[in-house]
């Protein structure tokens, strides 16, 4: 069985503080796909970034990062200064064989001015 | 190029009624994703198709709700009759099945359908 936990459930910081999402995941399959998904109050989903099991580079996306650890089983996201357009609730999601996503709860971040 | 598309966006109905969602998928890509949201639930995936055919219903929660895909730019979710416990955002999202590298498989979703069933 595959499972996403984002233990945090609600994040508040002050703008440019810098804050990290943690996702934890479970899953069998030797080949997965991890993403980050953006939702802000205006309801869409936005994709932010995906990775293959076999690629744990870290990556850096402008003020956004992503720490991928196999050996934890964890992708943590990270914003560096944050600002008030980062609130949002964070989705982290996990597919595996076959393309049935798994998606966490969701982590509400809220970056007050 | 346009998104996933999805209408309508918002859906007031009464217990009872038939209710029919509508998505057109991005251009190209070959498999199509229904999801429902609720705060109890979070995110669920309902069904999805690879090339227009259904391959995993098993998110569906009964009966009352089908999904069709009639051609790869079109795709409805129906429930009948709607109940109160309906009313959730529904996402519909889209993707390219590829072989697993660049950027295949990533779904790209909807603006969503609020629906509220009274």
């Known amino acids: 069985a595959q499972k996403v936990t984002q233990a945090q459930t609600e994040i508040s910081v002050v703008e440019k503080e810098d804050v990290t999402l943690d996702c934890v995941y479970e899953t069998r399959d030797t080949t997965y796909y991890l993403f980050w998904y953006k939702q802000p109050p205006s309801g869409e989903l936005v994709f932010l970034i995906r990775r293959n099991s076999f690629d744990e580079q870290n990556e850096i996306s402008g003020r956004y990062s992503w720490n991928f650890q196999k050996s934890t089983s964890s992708f943590n996201f990270t914003i560096t200064a944050s600002q008030v357009v980062d609130s949002a609730v964070y989705f982290c999601a996990l597919r595996g064989y076959g393309q049935n996503f798994v998606f966490g709860p969701g982590t509400r971040l809220s970056v007050l001015p | 190029d346009a998104g996933v598309i999805q209408s309508p966006r918002h859906e007031v109905t009464e217990m009872g009624q038939e209710v029919t969602l509508r998505c057109k998928p991005i251009?190209?890509?070959?498999?199509l994703f229904w999801y429902r949201q609720t705060m109890m639930r979070g995110l669920e995936l309902l069904i999805y198709?690879?090339?227009?055919?259904?391959?995993?219903d098993s998110g569906m929660p009964e009966d009352r709700f089908s999904a069709k895909m009639p051609n790869a730019s079109f795709s409805t979710l129906k429930i009948q009759p709607s109940e109160p416990r309906d009313s959730a955002v529904y996402f519909c999202a889209s993707s390219l099945k590829g072989d697993g590298t660049g950027r295949t498989d990533t779904q790209y979703f909807g603006p969503g359908t609020r629906l509220t069933v009274l």
């Open positions: 251009s190209g890509h070959n498999s």
């Open positions: 198709f690879n090339n227009n055919v259904p391959i995993d």
